[in-house]
């Protein structure tokens, strides 16, 4: 799936940023997110079309520089939680200007005729609500759980994994459900 790759900042951050490494996970995010934006450019997309890399990009120059300023932030634990309250704060600020962050991602796989069509936006309304709840339930329980417990690794990256591995099967499923019932 072609928007997925926006996510590559992310995941990759995620891999990296364990508790002494965000400095490197927040550079890496950084580098991947400029690469990407400038490549999505280049290849002519649009900026509605880059809505998870800019906000990367923007994320991860913000974390950059706080990790380097403050390396010992007692935020340094709370990364993955700040990744996804991030997420969560894009793709619900996406929907409060009506602009959900699918849309340019699905202009891309869909054909024209079909952009303006009250059912392309409530499609692309829906996916964006659940990835906006997914990264809203993930924000909140890896909170707590960064909070109770820490070292309960397998539990956050239970979370992680399953913040962007649901959403994106509900992505892929959805068009294709919405088309079987208009189609019946």
Known sequence: MPGLLGFLPWIIYAVIATGDEWRWGAITGLVI???LVALDRRAGKTWDMMVIETSAALFFAC???LSLAAPHSPLTPYGPALV???LAGTAWGSMAIRRPFTLGIARTMAP???WETPQFYRVNAVITAVWAVAFTIAAISLTIVLNVSP???TLVIAIKVLSFVLPAVFTAWYPKH???ALAR
């Open 33 to 35: 997110a400029l690469v």
């Open 63 to 65: 974390l950059t520089v």
């Open 84 to 86: 996804n309250v991030w």
């Open 112 to 114: 024209k005729e079909v």
């Open 151 to 153: 070292h309960a690794t």
């Open 178 to 180: 919405v088309r079987r």
